[in-house]
């Protein structure tokens, strides 16, 4: 039988325990099932469980090295659970969680918590530890917002890491407030030629990634790097930017695999502006289906002042 974890992250006093409480009030949640809350870092709030009829079971796992596949296994089973909600510490990795799973729990939904008030400073210190948590979630709740917030500045950074995460932001008079900014992108996708500036190619290709039927078909000119692979036939190489996604130490090669009706020459590292026209179809690089450039054309060029692509 599979397991569904309900997953809430955040840092300490981000409103995690808050969160959790209102969503096994909510009375579109409560039902027969036994569910057992696995905290992972204590707040000022605590958690009540006798206000649910026997059928809630708290544990808490405090140190890293204890939130592994067996403790998770036994607690489940000590308690005849059939769901789970996890609140985790904030300074462990999501990944951590991820990796030792049991094979039949699987993460329904990953919500984290935010204080608004403290969102600058973690990001500003903790941004690789930010960036874990709001790359996973499914949606991310800003809460004590008040009329002095700035929430184009949360919703900008949000977006900076995706486009695709729902934003709430709750103020500290009761309000919710959905997010509804807009975010046109910084080229024209419905142009002949999309041309992708310099400056925007993090923005592209995590667009692109996100959906990749919107450019089916599409002609493309943007500047890049080659890089060649031996899986890869003579016609075909890699092409695209280093992209530095959350800190230096996150800076990764993004790039599609690109195809040539003849034979290319060009060497790893160097730099073209090419014009082709992308399509989602199968490749043995992508073990399945993936974006792949069919190449028009391609001038060597100089490398862009910054090489490196980023989000701001």
């Known amino acids: 039988m599979e397991v569904p974890v309900y997953l809430f992250t955040g840092f300490l006093e981000s409103g995690k325990t808050k969160m959790v409480h209102e969503t096994m009030a909510d009375k579109r949640f409560q039902n027969k099932e036994k569910t057992l809350i696995i905290l992972c870092e204590e707040g000022i709030e605590e958690y009540d469980v006798s206000a649910y009829s026997g059928k809630v079971f708290l544990e808490t796992i405090e140190e890293p090295d204890e939130l592994t596949t067996e403790n998770l296994k036994a607690l489940l089973e000590k308690h005849k659970a059939e769901r789970v909600m996890i609140e985790l510490n904030g300074m ?57 917030t700035d929430i184009m500045a949360l919703h900008s950074a949000v977006r900076a890491v995706s486009r695709q995460i729902g934003i709430v932001y709750e103020y500290t008079d009761g309000r919710i407030q959905q997010d509804n900014i807009e975010d046109p992108l910084p080229f024209d ?25 919107k450019y089916d078909g599409k002609v493309i000119r943007l500047k890049g790097m080659t890089v060649r692979d031996e899986m890869l036939k003579k016609n075909e190489f890699a092409f695209g930017r280093m992209v530095m996604t959350c800190c230096a130490e996150d800076t990764t090669f993004h790039g599609l695999v690109t195809v040539a009706e003849e034979d290319v020459t060009c060497s790893n590292g160097e ?22 450039f069919h190449l028009i ?3 060597k060029t100089e490398a862009p002042e910054n090489p490196v692509a980023t989000f701001d």
């Open 92 to 148: 462990w990795m999501t990944s951590q969680l991820y990796d030792v799973l049991p094979e039949d729990w699987f993460v329904y939904q990953e919500v984290m918590c935010v204080d608004s008030t403290t969102f600058k400073t973690y990001n500003a210190n903790m941004r690789s530890l930010m960036f874990d948590k709001l790359s996973g979630c499914s949606v991310v709740f800003f809460n004590r917002c008040t009329e002095e």
């Open 271 to 292: 730099w073209f502006e090419i014009t082709a026209r992308l399509k989602r179809e199968k490749h043995k690089m992508y073990k399945g289906i993936g974006p792949v």
């Open 189 to 213: 996708i419905d142009a002949p030629i999309v041309d992708i500036s310099e400056r925007d190619y993090a923005v592209w290709y995590r667009d692109m990634a996100e959906d990749i039927k």
């Open 297 to 299: 054309s391609m001038v």
